[in-house]
């Protein structure tokens, strides 16, 4: 029997803290107009609660340190870094998003930055997390962190030279015919898909840099720990060797390209290559309006996509000041958990597969055909749902929709029962999984990690408790929390969150009240068919909202909820059009597969393969 | 032997003769060759986003397609026939694409699975290629986004059909010249041309894609500007 260190908790909800009224008293603000009063240009409340204070782009990292290291602040969280151009030349903006688990406290630093000088300092030595989460925002605005080990681009190819594709002024298309971009893509040269780091450990630069040769598969070469990017590396007789996994590959989850240096069976460097299913989510969004961003939503994240619709529904609404209807809350809390469980459903899946147990792929498809049966039923589609609009959701439940249901989430014990039957003690899935990728609290969270890759490490932060949307605070379900971090607990972890996202869908199907499933605002909801045909005021509506579009007032707002992966953030900015100006997803799953060279250097490759299933990582949202 | 002589020679489409008579003999080993073929596919899954778990789902407890000698996914392309470019494919995995093609020995086919593979679907952005046929010839496209499991069955099964109808007599289209590999499978202007966006429901406009995102403005406001313009 294996010694399974799972408990479940119930964290502490700080509570008055969540959404302040003033800044007066808040001690992080206080705190910074103390020490830095002259730099911080401005100062607000943003529409999900989050201080916001506008800051001068020098003294970014002298403040994050100490918001970071002041005991009674504590903000051991850098969830987010992202960039924000509102065109007409005036300054980019970096978003910092930060989030205190001790205190319970959230907060926002705004360093606009000109664009004759795109330099921030940057925090990576405060954050691993914003290692990559800098490389994204360089990659994408151009904007150059100072003292940033590694700045290069993550989701464009490395060589890109067309230009930074969030900026206001890159073109939607790119800036070449389609017919140019193919036959650029067809003819990449060797530096647009190895780092130079590469290169260097494969022996194919040359004194001054220059690539000197082709990469031909696992090249035999040792290189010097201390060696130079442009130093000679000559001879084939070493022992290390040099891989790539990826992009092609069943067990990498997607595109995923690790380059991976072995000496012998032991995993020495690992680097991964993203951007493979780079889509432009960000960049098309902006030209979508604000209901029609929600199909792009549920193709980031294909294996639970209603948590997409309802996140970034949620976001819209909180800028938009509407509240949705009783029957609606509930109803997307079901539709939540019941995409956790599909997601992790996946996740199981595809897991035991890589491990070697095909079996439990059957016995989760099955259940994930139940809950696709579910979808269909409600919104006519499998997995691409867009169920959610602004202010409601598309249609009321079908007839019989609630027992179907109540049903699923009564048998899918049954199911876990039966995978875990088949894995918890199983000795194979043991010495797999144990002890393989640990990783600890404080590491984790430095991180960034979130979702059960966190909580696995024994950090109970859950959105759903910390920070309670939906009304999840009235629902009875616990939390999961294992204590070391390592594959093993990952899976724990995960199975133990669908018993409780089951419990919770129990829960909601009990209380689902009746009523309206749409807020009763004709700015925001087209009326019924029946209505519009009948009445005038109805009809000009109607009208008025196909024609011009919904109008969300301009505002800017960072929203999060847990999303099956991770803290799933929405960052968006209005200017009281009817589009975006600006819609980042913070997606859970680029922040934790940011950890993965941490996690696997130094193991064998064979736990390559596990420890990045045990992450759970979806392409379609880490590369946009 | 005078008979033989007599059969008519089989003919390539571009109208050569290919030498070999097209007898009862060719007939029947194309027969029981298209039969082994059609019946023990091995797909390669060039899986990358949504349209890649519908996939998985075909190849699962509900659909299985087992039933159609399918069900051993090839990862690798040296032993693979079918290749299933399924979810969308970005310039950045473009080459990749290409490569794992060419890698393919032949007799090899492809479907195309999904609005996205087939042809941008709803991202005509400045990442995304728009149809995977402009990369590597494209045997069956499946329309959906996500097609259902069920689409993609369809595919495979038109895929048997156009096996059926194969000859060994007549192997034109089974010959890959060697300066094809690593190049787009059409032509520039071809490609200009099938890019055109469609219509202009999303108000974009062709030439730089730039809009403005700003208000619309109402009626309302615009009479106030003119009257504010006019003091």
Redesign the interface.
Known sequence: MAETDIETVQPQLITGALRPDSLAGLPAVEMLHRKFGGSIRAESIDAAGVPVLTIGSDIVHQALSRLKTEPDLGFDFLVDVMGVDRGAGRPIEVWYQLWSNSNGRQLRLVAPVPLDDLTVPSVTDLWRSANWLEREVYDMFGVTFDGHPDLRRILMPENYDEGFPLRKDFPLRGRFGRAEQVRRALNRAMDDTYAREELAMAGLLDEQGRVTGEFEGAAMVDVPHDAEPTDLVDGLEGERMLINMGPQHPATHGVLRLVLQLEGETVERCIPHLGYLHTGFEKTCEYREWNQVVPYTDRMDYLSPMLYNIGYALAVESLLGVEITPRCRVLRVILSELNRILGHLLWLGTTAIDLGAFTVFLYTFQERERIYNLHEAYCGARLTTSVTRIGGMLADLPAGWTTACKSFAEGIDATLDECERLLTNNSIWLGRTIDVGAIDADTAVSFGLTGANLRASGVAYDVRKARPYLGYDAYDFDVPVGRHGDTYDRYIVRVEEMRQAARIIRQALERLPDGPINVDDPAVILPPKSKSMASIDSMIAHFKLVMEGLQVPAGDVWYSIEGSKGELGFGIVSDGGSKPVRCRFRAPSFVNLGALSYLVEGALVADVIAVNASLDIVLGEIDR | MSEARTLPLARRDDGYDTGVPRSWMTTRVDYVVNWARRNSIWPMP?????C???M??AA???YDIARFGMER?S?SPRQADLMIVA??V???????L?R?WDQMPQPKWCISMGACASSGG?????????GCD??IPVDVYVPG??P?PEGLIYALMMVQEKIKGESLANDLIRSESADAV???NLP??V??LV?QPFGNS?R?NRI????R????E?PRDRIERLIEHRD
Request: with cysteine.
């Open positions: 060039f899986g990358t986003a949504c890649a778990i519908e998985m789902a699962a407890s509900k996914m990862f979810g969308r970005s310039y950045k995995i473009a080459p990749v290409r794992i709803m991202f005509d952005n400045y990442t995304i290629v728009q402009q990369i986004c996500p259902r690593g190049r787009p520039p202007e490609i200009e890019a999303t974009q730089s894609g730039i809009e995102t700003g208000a619309v109402r």
